[in-house]
């Protein structure tokens, strides 16, 4: 299913979150394989990593001059003090952060992260000159209550209603948690509908254009269906984005759509 011709996009976004998956060595291991190989850019592709706080800095010696932007998995919302194990904003920005996930629905729904600490990170990113990425999403549970709309409406809400962006750039990712690998896919029927559904909803907030993504077990098959839709703005692949294997695939086979639709 195709909605529109992809040089109708102006620019996407391809993020690779590696969650937990990798520990330091794997994941220097990983950065230095993905500059050892000759990948193709384009100027309307953002590529981003998102490394565990571990290996977040290594991560970003092996990448200096690279094409890669670099993004935390989560961030604090204070800034420096006396707040034992937390790394804010402030640092992650300090240490070259572009980029930081913020309510991924693993924090949501494994470490209790409510909407109201959801905003108070927004809110801190915004502040600290980085670009949160803020991960919304129905669980299957929501799904079969018939609340999917209603979850979405909320956490949207919680985000947006009041906040001052003052030319600040926020993303959205949808994850549907149920399609989080090793879930099963969205349909593009779906992920299309959705991805409209919630373009709107944040229209009701705020004039300035927001770019929404798609997370959910994206990988280098199905990442062109995601794509070629309206209102997606680019996708956020996990699993996929862990080995070498299955990412420079990915990374090639969207920058090839554009190469193809120049
Ligand atoms: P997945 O992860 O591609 O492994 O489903 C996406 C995400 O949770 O960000």
Redesign the pocket.
């Known amino acids: 299913m195709k909605d529109k011709h992809l040089t109708t996009l102006r620019m996407i976004y391809l993020f690779g979150?590696w969650k937990m998956y990798l520990d330091l060595e794997e994941s220097v291991a990983l950065v230095t394989e993905l500059c050892n190989v000759k990948l193709p850019t384009h100027e309307y592709v953002t590529l981003g990593i998102f490394p565990n706080p571990l290996a977040f800095v290594s991560v970003r010696n092996v990448f200096k001059g690279s094409t890669f932007f670099l993004g935390a998995q989560n961030v604090g919302w204070t800034s420096k003090g006396a707040y034992t194990g937390s790394i804010s904003a402030e640092l992650y920005k300090n240490a070259g952060a572009t980029y930081a996930l913020v309510g991924?629905?693993?924090r949501r729904y494994i470490f209790n992260e409510t909407n109201e600490a959801v905003r108070k990170k927004v809110e801190a990113c915004l502040d600290a000159g980085i670009i949160p990425v803020v991960c919304i999403g129905e669980t299957q549970k929501d799904k079969d209550a018939n609340k999917k709309e209603y979850r979405l409406k909320k956490q949207i809400m919680k985000v947006f209603e009041g906040l001052s962006l003052d030319r600040k750039e926020i993303i959205i990712a949808y994850?549907p948690v149920w399609?989080?690998?090793p879930g099963t896919p969205c349909n593009p029927e779906e992920a299309r509908d959705t991805h409209e559904l919630i373009h709107a909803e944040i229209a009701k907030y705020t004039d300035t254009k927001v770019p929404v993504i798609y997370?959910?077990?994206?990988n280098a098959e199905n990442v062109e269906q995601y794509l070629s839709l309206n209102g997606v703005d680019g996708v956020?692949?996990?699993?996929?984005s862990t080995k070498i294997d299955t990412f420079v695939p990915l990374i090639e086979h969207v920058i090839g759509l554009f190469r193809a639709n120049p």
Do not use: D, K, M, T
């Not at 997370?215 to 994206?218: A, N, R």
């Not at 956020?236 to 996929?240: I, K, N, R, Y």
């Open positions: 979150n991924h629905s693993e994850e399609a989080i690998w997370g959910g077990s994206v956020l692949p996990g699993h996929a």
